[in-house]
């Protein structure tokens, strides 16, 4: 079985490579391309894609844009966003959109491979240099405390594994990490999300980072 890729990125030089890099892994097929949001839609509906690699910054519909038209249209398929190294707050964002991951344009063929493998799972990973780019967007920034922010508390073990989230480790791999199952790091995560009002770790993060809740 190959998993169905689809390409979104205005720039003809990045899809190719990113085509050429793929056709290497028998496992993934790029079953279509885009240069902008409008037509990525189209293509998204018509040829249901198992992964998105979908850019920032597109002509006509942005990619946050176009992750806004995914949620309205309660399509799950999962988005890993393609990104520059000026791109900061902009992936803070999309993590609140439910980004399974970001890459960056040059980033090695195992990152690509390993980030497409966790978005397959249902999984957010984030790259250790993307995620140092993300924090320190964020601390640069002011916290603005939300109306009910005040009564928001974390415990020392939800903020460890937010923490550990953030960095991109599986909860396996934290419950290992802390010493307890894998089960009750998975109820942690329940008892996070219902704090913060989200319903994946990709968003956990991202609001936690806005708040100021999250710091490296």
Known sequence: MKYKILIVDDHWVVREGLKLVLETNDSYEVIGEAGEGITALKLIEELQPDVILLDLYMPQMSGLETMKALREKQNETPVIILTTYNED???????????KGYLLKDTSRENLFRTIESALRGETLLQPEITSRVFAATNKKEAKPEPHESNLTLTDKERHILKSVAHGFKSKEIAFDMGISERTVKAHLT??????????????????????????
Request: hydrophobic share 45%; glycine share 10%; charged share 20%.
């Open 191 to 216: 008892n996070i999300y219902n704090k913060l009002g989200v319903d994946s770790r990709s968003e956990a993060v991202a609001v936690s980072l806005e708040r100021g809740i999250l710091q490296l």
């Open 89 to 99: 707050d902009l992936m803070i964002k999309g993590l609140s959109l439910g980004a």
